[in-house]
């Protein structure tokens, strides 16, 4: 058994090599991401049993250092995919378990004999879950008021259980030895953790009949938002029309020019730019309906 481990351990070795580093048989691997995830465990032993002799900042350490970095990227990529699903970019949940994967390294000792794998995949989880923690929530709350809230519910829960009531904000400080103040700030702290939808549904007395949503309590619709919404539409209209059009529209809306006055700088009778407005609205208005699917 012992044989074939180390027949194993020459072949990857010998795969590999390209030059040595340091007093001992270490590999020079060209492309270390390629390594597969088995001949990486191999390797890997051999670079950290290197990295304990070698001292710190020197070339040789440098080298072994970022190639168990290089190697191992394929067991960031496994942790992270435990959290395809949180929405986030994947490429950033694999930079972040990348500090978890630098740190685990960096602390890795040899002497442990345990496996790589397992000492290091509780590092990266960690930090993805912190990232997680940070950026989840709905509104910016400093790193202090995020922990605060953590000790905030803790203490909440073991009073609550303790004295079967709520507690008060003085209880609360007194167990968690700080000011009131504080703990008013992380309670308020808290409310920034979740977010509610605009078309949730409320219950109660300002409900009638559990019909009514948080939208309808909160402020009053903007009738300047259709018009937002009517000039982006309109935009793309108005390129399509001809110079003289675009200059007619501009003069008569924008400006506010009489027909007269419109007939006056085009060298034509009133009557006839009335004929020309009418067109270009007929045919603004067609291309808007069309948008909307309503020709």
Not at 116 to 123: E, G, I, Q, V
Not at 241 to 267: K, P, W
Request: proline share 3%.
């Amino acid at each position: 058994m012992d044989t074939a481990v180390e027949r194993s351990e020459a072949e990857v070795v010998e795969k590999t090599a390209g030059t040595c580093t340091g007093d001992g048989p270490l590999p020079g691997i060209a492309e270390p991401r390629t390594v597969a995830p088995r001949d990486a465990r191999e390797l890997s032993r051999q670079f950290f049993q290197r990295l304990s002799e070698l001292e710190e900042g020197t070339y040789e350490f440098q080298y072994a250092r970022n190639t168990l970095i290089e190697m191992n990227i394929s067991l960031v990529r496994f942790a992270a995919g435990r959290f395809r699903g949180r929405g986030d970019d994947m490429e950033d949940i694999v930079q972040t378990g990348m500090i978890g994967l630098i740190k685990a390294i960096d602390r890795f000792e040899v002497s442990r004999e345990v496996e790589f794998t397992s000492f290091a995949l509780p590092y990266i989880v960690g930090e993805i879950k912190r990232f997680f923690r940070d950026t989840t929530w709905a509104v910016h709350v400093p790193r202090r008021l995020q922990e605060l809230r953590v000790e905030l519910a803790k203490a909440r829960e073991e009073l609550a259980s303790r004295l079967d009531r709520e507690p008060t904000v003085p209880e609360l400080a007194t167990l968690m030895n700080i000011p009131e103040d504080e703990v008013i700030e992380a309670q308020i702290a808290s409310n920034g953790y979740n977010s509610s939808s605009l078309d949730a549904a409320l219950t109660g007395e300002g409900a009638e009949g559990g019909e009514a949503v948080l939208a309808d309590f909160i402020g009053v619709e903007e009738d300047g938002l259709r018009l937002v919404e009517d000039c982006q539409s309109l935009a793309p209209l108005m390129a399509e029309l001809g110079e003289r059009d675009r200059q007619i529209i501009h003069m008569r809306f924008v400006e506010e020019a009489t027909q007269a006055e419109i007939g006056a700088r085009l060298g034509c009778s009133q009557m006839h730019v009335s004929r020309l407005i009418k067109r270009i609205i007929a045919q603004l208005r067609e291309g808007m309906l069309g948008e909307l699917g309503c020709a």
